[in-house]
Nanobody, 121 residues
Framework: QVQLVESGGGLVQPGGSLRLSCAAS????????MGWYRQAPGKERELVAA???????NYADSVKGRFTISRDNAKNTVYLQMNSLKPEDTAVYYCHALIKRAIVTMFIDYWGQGTQVTVSS
């Protein structure tokens, strides 16, 4: 069994900051990419940021320069530092990871339960 547990969402005023965390636990052999997606009401889920095990980064254009993704491989944890938040950043944020549970298995997609981020005055 593998779980991704997120924390750090909440309500913040425009221009404020939040830090999301996501810890993977359970039967894990290896983790490839980890990242964050978001889904606003009435919209499709979209990639926010991702980081590979080697440290390669990918950001959505809408968050470049404002959000920073990082990971602690020893703790199987990924973080998303969100600065200069805008009302359009309001969404449910989901943690994602590609995880291999044993040496002979394939990497499989795992998702967290989601955490609400609301940017409003």
């Amino acid at each position: 069994q593998v779980q991704l547990v997120e924390s750090g969402g909440g309500l913040v005023q425009p221009g404020g900051s939040l830090r999301l965390s996501c810890a993977a636990s359970g039967s894990i052999f290896s983790i490839n990419a980890m990242g964050w997606y978001r889904q606003a009401p009435g919209k499709e889920r979209e990639l926010v940021a991702a980081i590979t095990s080697g440290g390669s980064l990918n950001y959505a254009d809408s968050v470049k320069g404002r959000f920073t993704i990082s990971r602690d491989n020893a703790k199987n944890t990924v973080y998303l530092q969100m600065n200069s938040l805008k009302p359009e950043d309001t969404a449910v944020y989901y943690c994602h990871a590609l995880i291999k549970r044993a040496i002979v298995t394939m990497f499989i997609d795992y998702w967290g339960q989601g955490t609400q981020v609301t940017v409003s005055s």
